[in-house]
């Protein structure tokens, strides 16, 4: 019934407009739709990215949404530190670190967060492998 349907990652924020400044200039994501001060869409690709206020904003120990990168993960890891973003470093098990990237197998991947805490995530490779 789903499977042919497209999903939209959701991520709730505690002050839009804040949120909206670091997913705009952060991230270089450009609104589609704006709901008032509750919420705001992004195209991403061919999917879509809504934040909206919620007083369980930064709750989600998880990734909240994934990026897939398609090999560009390292040129976006740089990009988006150039933009002040500080990415996270988790100690899995038979995980190795090239900087920031998390390599595990056939798998990479970087995470950061967002000013609420939200956990965001940039994946290449095989997707089985992602634990975050």
């Given at each position: 019934?789903?499977g042919?349907?497209d999903?939209?990652?959701t991520?709730a924020?505690?002050d839009?407009?804040?949120?909206?400044?670091?997913?705009?200039?952060?991230?270089g994501?450009s609104?589609i739709?704006?709901e008032g001060?509750d919420?705001?869409s992004y195209?991403t690709?061919?999917?879509q990215?809504?934040i909206y206020?919620s007083?369980f904003a930064?709750t989600n120990?998880?990734?909240?949404?994934?990026w897939?990168?398609n090999?560009?993960l390292?040129?976006?890891?740089?990009d988006?530190?150039?933009?002040?973003?500080?990415f996270?470093r988790?100690?899995?098990?038979?995980?190795?670190?090239?900087?920031?990237?998390?390599?595990m197998?056939?798998?990479?991947a970087?995470?950061?967060?967002?000013?609420d805490g939200n956990?965001?995530?940039l994946?290449?490779?095989?997707?089985?492998?992602?634990?975050?």
């Amino acid at each position: 019934m789903l499977g042919h349907r497209d999903v939209t990652a959701t991520v709730a924020v505690r002050d839009l407009q804040t949120a909206r400044r670091w997913y705009e200039d952060k991230l270089g994501l450009s609104p589609i739709h704006v709901e008032g001060n509750d919420a705001v869409s992004y195209r991403t690709g061919n999917t879509q990215l809504l934040i909206y206020r919620s007083e369980f904003a930064g709750t989600n120990k998880a990734s909240a949404a994934t990026w897939m990168m398609n090999g560009d993960l390292d040129s976006a890891v740089r990009d988006l530190k150039t933009r002040g973003i500080t990415f996270e470093r988790y100690n899995f098990p038979d995980v190795k670190h090239e900087g920031d990237v998390h390599v595990m197998g056939d798998t990479r991947a970087a995470w950061f967060k967002d000013p609420d805490g939200n956990i965001l995530a940039l994946v290449s490779g095989r997707t089985s492998d992602v634990r975050a």
